[in-house]
């Protein structure tokens, strides 16, 4: 009886697989305040508006879960603006806890569509969009500065 190897095994095994690895240095991506759109505004919305007012709340995590891959908005203040290291995204905040409530991240690609995002931190707005999960827990990806108004 003949045992025949895989082609992959037996080349790992003769030691003539070479797996290349890339190590050279990745571009470092700007941060969102250096990109961001100087024309671009943020639109406001009553309080009292119909949106607003039929618009989950964003520690609302139950409705939010019944909503995915549907789509629809939330409301809620926001209260940190959080860029990882890489700046590959920048994720608002709705509870300092952010577990606990709905986020909304935009992706470095669409950086320089929006104003600074940082200037929205402890203003409540209304998100709109498609929820989608991360991880198990509910986001809303913004790809356009109207996905997001000011509620005043």
Not at 40 to 67: Q, R, Y
Not at 121 to 131: D, N, P, R
Request: charged fraction near 30%; aromatic fraction near 6%; hydrophobic fraction near 45%.
């Amino acid at each position: 009886m003949k045992i025949r190897l895989p082609l992959f095994a037996a080349a790992l095994a003769l030691g003539s697989l070479a797996i290349a690895q890339d190590d050279a240095p990745r571009p470092e991506r700007k941060a969102q305040t250096e990109v961001a759109s100087a024309s671009a505004k943020f639109a406001t919305v009553a309080a009292g508006d119909g949106s607003v007012k039929e618009a989950l709340k964003a520690d609302d995590l139950d409705g939010a879960k019944a909503k995915l891959g549907k789509t629809g908005a939330f409301t809620g203040k926001i209260v940190k603006v959080f860029a990882p290291k890489s700046n590959a995204r920048v994720i608002l905040n709705f509870n300092d806890d952010y577990k606990k409530s709905i986020t909304a991240v935009v992706d470095a690609k669409n950086f320089d569509k929006f104003p600074k995002l940082t200037e929205l931190k402890g203003k409540t707005v209304l998100v709109s969009g498609k929820f989608e999960a991360f991880k198990g827990a509910p986001q809303m990806l913004l790809k356009t500065p109207d996905q997001l108004k000011i509620v005043k």
